[in-house]
Every structure is written in C-alpha cells, then in structure tokens.
C-alpha cells in the first residue's frame, strides 16, 4: 500500500514543476489518485480542512507557479509515513512537513 501511495505523491508533485503546463482535468485525476474522498486535513494549529478546500488551496498554488520537490518520504509506522517538501513561489521558499496514514 505504501508504494502505491508514494507512486501517487510522485506523480502528483511532479505537477508542481513551475511550468503550470497541466491541465486541470490531468491534475484533478492526480488529486483523485492521492487524496480518499472522506481526505481531511488537520493543521498543526488546530485547523482542520475539507478535501474541496485542500484542492482549491492546491490548484491556486499550481496556477502561481510553485515548485514542488520531495526531500523525503520515510515510512516510520505499519501505516504512517513521514513526507518533507520542500516549496518555492517566487523569491519565497520553505519546507512542509506531513505525517500522514495511509
């Protein structure tokens, strides 16, 4: 399951080339393929996101151009898995770290 999921991730960051040269129906199948349609994000802060929300907050970072590489992807549990990605928009740049299960 874990390579599945990581194949997943691969391919939908790969989108985040900085090029914005997918289109939206290819990256939505890529959303699709990454994210289960009861998806809800949990922040750090407390906050907690729809799938829909994540979506739109992913496609607005798509359409600005942002470039997206993995750091790493460790799997540190029979169903979790820790991801860093590293983020650049612009002149700004900054790590994402993801705790997630599978």
């Not at 391919?11 to 990256?27: C, E, L, V």
């Not at 992913?58 to 990605?85: M, P, Q």
């Not at 900054?94 to 705790?99: E, I, N, T, Y």
């Amino acid at each position: 399951m874990s390579y599945q999921f990581e194949l997943a991730l691969r391919q939908y960051i790969a989108a985040f080339d900085g090029n914005n040269n997918i289109s939206p129906a290819k990256f939505q199948t890529r959303f699709d393929n990454l994210y289960h349609k009861d998806f809800d994000f949990l922040s750090k802060h407390g906050k907690t996101l729809t799938r829909e929300e994540v979506y739109e907050r992913e496609a607005s970072k798509l359409a600005n151009g942002t470039k997206v590489t993995l750091i790493h992807f460790r799997k540190i549990g029979l169903d979790c898995i820790d991801i860093k990605l590293g983020e650049v928009n612009g002149e700004e740049e900054h790590a994402v770290r993801l705790v997630t299960t599978i």
